[in-house]
């Protein structure tokens, strides 16, 4: 079994520890504190006269405050024990723990209370095998603060540990020499500082009680503000409300302010992601519009601004790339890694189109469509020019990179994603399908930007004309007509990766499948090859490369569920959505908590239960952001002009479903649903 992990988290800022606070390296997982992609603690370990403390119980009060109450010894001593401790964890922009100890004895107790703390400033990519760094330690017992710093150059990292209570400060931690009386208690707060560039390295003991009622607060506040400007989830199965509020939550503690513009942007989720992707951002921005537009703004002018503007091979950089991937960690910055600016995605560039014309058409936000025209051209541009590497209207991928760049380029980017059938890879430049899809729609919506706000009604006649001529060539040569699905990608010389998978989802979600053919893609994804009961698996049961395990040769994701929905709804196979809502709506009941990034592929008549995959994430932007995007799906929430649309398609068993005040151009409105048997449409009431 493994060992249960704690974390707490605001935004990119996080904590993992064990289930009784202390935090110890483990090569396998990132335990620590982390910030902006920096390991700040590597050891925070707390002993009562030298010996470790074990947990009665914890009370995890929120996605950045946590309690442990622990007593020293094994559990036989638990239940006479004299001495209790209580750990309150919060976070924030720093680390906080308020220490309490507890004498219940009738005498007073002396005792020797230390924390230990170690800093290895690990970069987030080096987990496994930290390298070695000359840390330099002051520990001063006079002002009772320890500090530990790294610089490598211009780089510059430094971990500020200060208490409230008196403490022997030496390079290893903080000791506390007390004497608690009969039925009495002692506390002390710790705060950690995170300075970055040898910023913020002033004595914060000050500050400390007032910092700690701000996070507690302040926090609690922003939270509070942030689900009361969501819509409001009333349903029959109760299970509905919790599911969501939980998504919203995660969503809330998964955003962080970049360093270079105002505002937060989500992450991609804890524990490897708690970056910016490029992908995670633009697809959890197009799930949340009807629930939290006030992402999608910053994402889009963070995007713009770090667009690529130049050839770059080590970055995958090209005039016009959205970006894939933003980390400031010290690989980052030296170019050990190509991450500081990575531009390895084929797919980033027309969903940023995408969303810019979807968030105008929910929000009527003319104002940035115009302020972002130069950047949203330039995206249409790289589709033709760099995207096009063969000059058969395809958009393609392959890496520039050729020494640690990604080798598969869209969403399914792990090295052994795409591959025929017979487990051969196909040759590159690659031309997944849902590529298509994705340059199609943004063809078709880059259009309406041009015609009815870039005044440029020539450039949206050749954008429409160029989408009328590769949806025509794509139903010709990716459908395989003896199978009744599109590849799942061509080969530079047009051979077909014939593979059944849940592209065909994205497609349908694109627009860009032919009416004819829809049916039978609904079939597919239904089919029990692809449907697992908990949801549309990412390859084919009975494919060769299949594995229900493996992270997108047969696993179950959320996000991707959540688009194949979005599509099969599109093409009115409202039944056969609502099956696909209903799978993943029932893993996050069974689970509970965070909707984790992957579930196995295994049948769930088999499981009975949904399986977690070591390697998937919990919580993730975009599985949060799934389960608000079926709501809507079920729900058939779409703009039109000023208006909200609701047409609802509701799982059996869903009961009646009312989503209260969903924000828009229109001010708010408020949209009803029932089960499926007594769908019908209904006019929203604006309010």
């Known amino acids: 079994m493994r060992q249960e992990r704690v974390c707490v988290i605001a935004g990119n800022v996080f904590a993992v520890s064990d ?70 964890r919060s976070i924030d922009d720093s680390f906080n723990e308020r220490i309490t100890v507890l004498n219940h004895g009738a005498e007073p107790a002396h005792l020797v209370v230390r ?60 000791t506390y020499r007390i004497t ?26 000050a500050s400390l009680e007032s910092h700690r009622q701000r996070v507690r607060q302040d926090m609690r506040e922003e939270l509070r503000a942030w689900l009361d400007r969501a819509p409001q989830l009333v349903a029959q199965r109760t299970a509905l409300p919790a599911a969501y509020e939980d998504a919203l939550t995660d969503l809330a503690a998964l955003c962080y302010e970049p360093l270079s513009i105002a505002g937060r942007v989500p992450v991609g989720g804890l524990p490897w992601g708690m970056a910016l992707y490029g992908r995670d951002a633009l697809v959890t921005c197009l799930q949340t519009l009807p629930f939290a537009p006030e992402l999608t ?26 970006i894939a991937e933003l980390r400031y960690g010290e690989s980052a910055g030296f170019d050990d890694q190509p991450t500081a600016l990575y531009y390895g995605a084929a797919d980033t560039t027309p969903l940023f189109v995408i969303l810019l014309d979807e968030y105008e058409r929910w929000s009527g936000d003319t104002a940035l469509v115009r302020q972002l025209r130069h950047p949203a051209r330039m995206a249409l541009d790289w589709i033709d020019e760099y995207g096009d590497m063969t000059g058969d209207g395809y958009l393609r991928y392959q890496r520039r990179n050729l020494r640690n760049g990604l080798v598969n380029q869209a969403w399914k980017n792990s090295p052994d994603a795409i591959v025929h059938a017979d487990g051969r890879e196909p040759e590159f430049p690659r031309a997944t399908c849902e590529l298509q899809g994705y340059a199609y729609d943004a063809k078709i919506r880059g259009a309406r930007l041009a015609r009815e706000f870039w005044h440029d009604p020539a450039y949206a006649d050749r954008l429409e004309r160029e989408a009328a001529a590769l949806k025509e060539r794509f139903n010709r040569d990716f459908w395989l007509p003896d199978l009744e699905y599109y590849a799942l990608a061509l080969e530079p010389e047009g051979t077909p990766v014939r593979v059944l998978s849940s592209n065909l989802g994205h497609l349908l979600w694109s627009g860009i499948v032919a009416e004819e053919r829809s049916a039978a893609l609904a079939g597919h994804l239904l089919g029990p ?83 977690q995959l070591p390697f998937a994430g919990r919580p993730q932007s975009w599985s949060s952001g799934a389960l608000l995007m079926l709501l809507g799906t079920v729900l058939g929430l779409r703009p039109c002009g000023d208006n909200l649309l609701v047409n609802p398609a509701l799982p059996e068993g869903f009961g009646r479903v009312e989503l209260l005040d969903v924000p828009g151009r229109w001010g708010h409105a408020d949209a009803y649903g029932r089960d499926r048997s007594e769908a019908r449409g209904r006019r929203p009431r604006l309010r």
Request: charged share 25%; proline share 6%; aromatic share 8%.
């Open 529 to 611: 090859r692809l449907f697992s009961g908990w949801g549309v698996r990412t390859l084919a049961e009975g494919e060769r490369p299949y594995n229900p395990v493996g992270v997108h040769l047969g696993a179950v994701w959320p996000s991707d569920n959540s688009l194949v929905a979005a599509g099969l709804r599109r093409y009115h196979h409202d039944e056969e959505a609502a099956r696909v809502a209903a799978g993943i709506f029932a893993v996050a009941e069974v689970l509970g908590g965070p909707l984790p990034e992957a579930i196995a592929g295994y049948p769930r008549a088999v499981t009975k239960y949904p399986v």
């Open 19 to 88: 289930s009784h606070g202390d935090i110890e390296v483990d090569p396998r997982v990132p335990v620590g504190l982390f910030s902006f992609d920096t390991r700040f603690l590597s050891r925070w370990v707390l002993t009562v006269d030298g010996e470790r403390l074990n947990t009665l119980t914890r009370d995890e009060t929120a996605y950045f405050e946590t309690r442990f109450l622990l007593v020293p010894g094994a559990a036989s001593h638990y239940v006479d024990a004299d001495l209790s401790v209580i750990r309150h």
């Open 180 to 205: 608690v009386p009969p039925h009495g208690q002692w506390i002390t707060d710790l705060h950690v500082g995170m300075a970055i560039r040898g910023e913020g390295g002033r004595d914060m003991r």
């Open 297 to 322: 703004s910053t994402t889009l002018r963070l995007l713009a601004l770090l667009q690529g503007g130049q050839l770059d091979d080590y970055h995958d950089e090209e005039p016009g790339k959205i």
């Open 115 to 174: 924390m230990e703390v170690g800093a290895d400033f690990a970069d987030t990519a080096e987990i496994s095998g930290p390298l070695p760094r000359h840390i330099t330690v002051s520990a001063r017992s006079d002002d009772g603060v320890l500090r530990l710093r790294y610089e490598r150059e211009r780089f510059s990292r430094e971990t500020i540990v200060s208490s409230t209570a008196p403490a022997e400060v030496d390079p290893a931690g903080l």
